[in-house]
């Protein structure tokens, strides 16, 4: 019989009263606001407007009303776009690193201790980055560009091979 990981009930429950009403509407209308002010279309605006801005200043003789219009809009679009994007950044990065670990996990020759390795230290990232460094140098040193090897197995098959070539 194999090992199976199973969702529990309760992680169930906790995510149906994460999912509430409110909160799934925030995340429609962050997605939607996030993918509308990434479009080319409203750059253009936003240019166009502050150009219709300068053009007016002016007819306003550039009075302290007139630049406060334009301070204010952009100081509370920037406030609210932050907290927006920001919403929708971390979904899609929690998106992204279930499928990468989905791919790991699915690989048998993929180490399986670099699921979630996002959740490392800086230090411990530093010390696996080191760790791809000495495995990048022993592939050049084996002159294939397609040897790909995990964690666990990159030390023990260079050794092998090096022996094979002795």
């Given at each position: ?5 199973n969702i529990e009930?309760?992680d169930?429950?906790l995510v149906?009263?994460k999912n509430n009403?409110?909160?799934r509407?925030?995340?429609k ?10 479009r080319?279309v409203?750059s ?7 150009l ?18 334009i ?7 920037t ?6 994007i920001?919403?929708s950044?971390n ?9 990468l ?7 048998k020759f993929?180490?399986n201790?670099?699921?979630?390795v996002e959740?490392l230290?800086a230090a411990?990232?530093?010390l ?10 022993l592939?050049?040193k084996?002159?294939n560009l397609?040897?790909?090897?995990s964690?666990?197995e990159?030390l023990k ?10």
């Amino acid at each position: 019989m194999k090992n199976s990981i199973n969702i529990e009930d309760a992680d169930i429950d906790l995510v149906n009263k994460k999912n509430n009403g409110l909160s799934r509407t925030f995340e429609k209308i962050s997605s939607y606001i996030t993918k509308q002010a990434g479009r080319p279309v409203t750059s253009i605006a936003s240019i166009v407007l502050v150009l219709v801005w300068a053009a007016t200043g002016p007819l306003f003789g550039y009075s302290e009303n007139w630049q406060l219009i334009i301070n204010t809009s952009t100081t509370i679009i920037t406030f609210l776009m932050v907290f927006v994007i920001q919403t929708s950044a971390n979904k899609d990065t929690i998106a992204v690193q279930i499928k990468l670990n989905e791919l790991i996990a699915s690989s048998k020759f993929a180490s399986n201790r670099l699921i979630d390795v996002e959740d490392l230290t800086a230090a411990e990232l530093e010390l696996l980055k080191n760790f791809y460094v000495k495995l990048s140098k022993l592939a050049e040193k084996e002159k294939n560009l397609f040897a790909s090897h995990s964690i666990d197995e990159a030390l023990k098959f260079h050794n092998r091979k090096s022996k094979l070539g002795d």
